[in-house]
């Protein structure tokens, strides 16, 4: 299985900061990477689709990069509504995985 | 617009039996494949089945393997988990959520129901 992992696991920031998460996946997995966000009590939401691409009614603060096995979630000034848990899966193969999620909280 | 409604969950004994459904409307539901994943209590995300749009390829991950069925009504526009032998680590949220973007390409996971709790214990 290919394993994803996340950094840092938790961060604060304050409103307007620029705020850089990391996914880094076991093995390459080319540019078949995703990005969710998930707010307590509700489903996750798709926010970046194959490392870069951002998903329809995603803000334009929120960007991917990366390919091969290093992949990033930048979110360029912070809002009060992007509080939340990020994820990153991959789906280069079976089974799909996800890492283990950054809690984004207010500072 | 695209939407998916979980249902079925509820609480249930170790070894019992569930049956998850997802109500699908606002696409068609018989052209695209469709995923359950879930998530433990305070725990991250665990995907748990694939099937195809023509339901000809499934995938189930180890941990559900041999325990879980999934399946679709296209005609209803259902999809569905079976889960038998449950066991405690097997209680989570769990989510539909339909797929996009060819299995053997990128792909990705959207929309995602709203979630329906699953609770295995004595």
């Known amino acids: 299985d290919i394993q994803m992992t996340q950094s840092p696991s938790s961060l604060s920031a304050s409103v307007g900061d620029r705020v850089t998460i990391t996914c880094r996946a076991s093995q390459s997995i080319i540019n078949y990477v995703n990005w969710y966000q998930q707010k307590p009590g509700k489903a996750p939401k798709l926010l970046i689709y194959a490392a870069a691409s951002l998903q329809s009614g995603v803000p334009s603060r929120f960007s991917g990069s990366g390919s091969g096995t290093d992949f990033t979630l930048t979110i360029s000034s912070l809002q009060p509504e992007d509080f939340a848990t990020y994820y990153c899966q991959q789906s280069y193969s079976t089974p799909r995985t996800f890492g283990p999620g950054t809690m984004v909280d207010i500072k | 617009e695209v939407h998916l409604v979980e249902s079925g969950g509820g609480l249930v004994q170790p070894g019992g039996s569930l049956r998850l459904s997802c109500a699908a409307s606002g696409f068609t539901f018989s052209s695209f494949s469709m995923n359950w994943v879930r998530q433990g209590p305070g725990k991250g995300l665990e995907w748990v089945s694939y099937i195809s749009a023509s339901t000809t390829i499934i995938y189930y991950a180890d941990s559900v393997k041999g325990r879980f069925t999934i399946s679709r009504d296209n005609a209803e526009n259902s999809l569905y988990l079976q889960m038998n032998s449950l066991r405690d680590e097997d209680t989570a949220v769990y989510y539909c959520?339909?797929?996009?973007?060819?299995?053997?390409?990128?792909?990705?996971?959207?929309?995602w129901g709203q979630g329906t709790l699953v609770t295995v214990s004595s």
């Open positions: 959520a339909r797929g996009l973007g060819l299995y053997s390409s990128p792909n990705w996971f959207d929309p």
